[in-house]
């Protein structure tokens, strides 16, 4: 059966849109998210959101459904952290071809992980994990990473389609009609830990998410990106 693929980006675009337009939102942009708040109820009563530019609030529920800081954030109520858990910084290369390509939807799971993704014959995701894989970690907060530079990332664009194009002779065709290329990604939290190309690795068991509540306070792992919407369904029909 042939992986049918979506661009994250072609959502990401419209699901920003979408609350951009919705006048019930008051959003409070590039904000510093440092800590919760409880009142003289605990996480019972109403709560205030601690930022770097100070408080907001109080709020008659908070849920935390941030990513690499999701577990700081719960660790300043005391809550306890998965019993394994991890953060990892990867990224890939998005690459856009002067003309169409016929090349598949491909996933490389014999030794190092990498994958191609075609969207729509001339956008393509192109991943190779020994390369993207830029740091990871495993204390609650991830670790500090180091900027790119320019040439760095082009050095990591240019592995990425060599050792792609190692095990998938279709991407060594695909630096020659390049018209755009951009190394991009971000971190991944996952409540486990390990290499990809390890069977035992914990990675693997990725129905390990969801939410858990603290009286009005809410923290979710969102897990793969697809479940997301199932989430703020079952999430905003809980505090309703």
Request: aromatic share 8%; glycine share 10%; net charge neutral.
């Amino acid at each position: 059966m042939p992986e049918r693929s979506v661009s994250t980006r072609w959502v990401a675009d419209r699901l920003v849109g979408a609350v951009a337009a919705e006048p019930l939102l008051d959003l409070r942009l590039e904000t510093h998210v440092t800590g919760i708040a409880p009142g003289p109820h605990g996480l019972h009563g109403r709560l205030r959101v601690t930022t770097a530019g100070g408080g907001h609030g109080p709020f008659d529920a908070v849920v935390n459904a941030l990513w690499e800081g999701r577990l700081a954030i719960d660790a300043t109520l005391g809550l306890p952290p998965p019993s394994t858990w991890s953060h990892r910084y990867r990224v890939a290369v998005f690459l856009r071809t002067t003309e169409p390509v016929t090349l598949p939807n491909v996933v490389v799971v014999t030794g190092p992980f990498g994958d191609v993704k075609n969207y729509n014959g001339r956008d393509f995701y192109l991943s190779w994990y020994d390369t993207g894989l830029l740091i990871s970690g495993t204390d609650v907060a991830p670790p500090a990473l180091t900027p790119l530079t320019d040439e760095r990332r082009a050095a990591l664009a240019d592995e990425v389609v060599a050792r792609l194009g190692a095990v998938l002779p279709g991407v060594a065709q695909l630096p020659p009609i390049t018209a755009s290329r951009q190394l991009a990604g971000g971190w991944v939290f996952a409540a486990g830990y390990g290499q990809l190309d390890d069977p035992a690795s914990t990675l693997h068991q990725r129905d390990r998410i969801g939410m858990v509540r603290h009286g009005n306070y809410v923290s979710v792992d969102t897990g793969k990106y697809s479940v997301a919407p199932w989430l703020a369904r079952t999430i905003a029909d809980g505090l309703l």
